[in-house]
């Protein structure tokens, strides 16, 4: 709980610094409003992953769990808990950016909260198979962050310009979402072989 209040107060001081430092002064086009909603999506989901990574390593949560469920449960379980954290602290990112930032609009909240949510999932997906990989090895606190880092870039530059082409486009543009949800499933299944390949080196 702590964590997920320690996000909140992050993305809110992320927003302010971008508002009083940018917004208040020149109004920012509507492309650059939403690189900053996709900049903050990537810096919590980051942070967020890499704290409950932490702690459950702390507390040993993941070991205890080993011999109750399977390794393919514990990891969709473990992903979804994170993911839906990130679900709420979306909604108020999206919002908050409506009303503060002028090109930014409110009638589209929903298709935002929407991209920034499916932008997450996949998010989650490689944040905690990165961790598990990290895990294996002996470097655990400096694994994580060099490989999460990069991963992160090329689903931050497809997601927004997926979103881009989805408010261009008349009718809804299913392309827009389908790329998206690929990166979803691809980081899923990666997740789900690294454990086959733990499983079997343990």
Same mark, same amino acid.
């Given at each position: ?80 808990? +994170?993911? %839906?954290?990130?679900? /709420?602290?979306? *909604?108020?990112?999206?919002? &908050?950016?409506?009303?503060?930032? !002028? #090109? ?74 389908? +790329?998206? %949800?690929?990166?979803? /499933?691809?980081? *899923?299944?990666?997740?789900? &072989?690294?454990?086959?390949?733990? !499983? #079997?080196?343990?």
């Amino acid at each position: 709980m702590g964590g997920f209040f320690s996000q909140i107060s992050l993305s809110l001081c992320l927003l302010f610094i971008f508002y009083s430092s940018i917004e208040v002064n020149e109004s920012l086009q509507e492309r650059s409003v939403r690189g900053i909603k996709w900049a903050i999506l990537v810096i919590l989901n980051f942070v967020l992953i890499g704290q409950s990574l932490w702690e459950e390593r702390e507390e040993g949560g993941w070991y205890a769990s080993l011999g109750r469920k399977p390794l393919a449960i514990l990891y969709f379980a473990k992903c979804l808990v +994170i993911w %839906l954290s990130t679900v /709420i602290i979306n *909604g108020m990112v999206s919002l &908050l950016l409506c009303l503060f930032f !002028q #090109k930014a609009n409110v009638d589209r909240f929903l298709s935002e909260w929407m991209f920034a949510n499916l932008g997450s999932l996949s998010l989650v997906f490689l944040g905690v198979t990165l961790g598990l990989l990290s895990e294996a090895s002996r470097m655990k606190e400096i694994i994580l962050p060099l490989l999460q880092l990069p991963f992160s870039i090329p689903l931050f530059l497809f997601g927004m310009e997926a979103e881009t082409r989805f408010y261009q486009e008349v009718e809804f543009y299913l392309p827009s979402v389908g +790329i998206l %949800l690929f990166f979803a /499933i691809f980081y *899923g299944s990666l997740g789900v &072989l690294f454990l086959e390949v733990l !499983q #079997k080196d343990s």
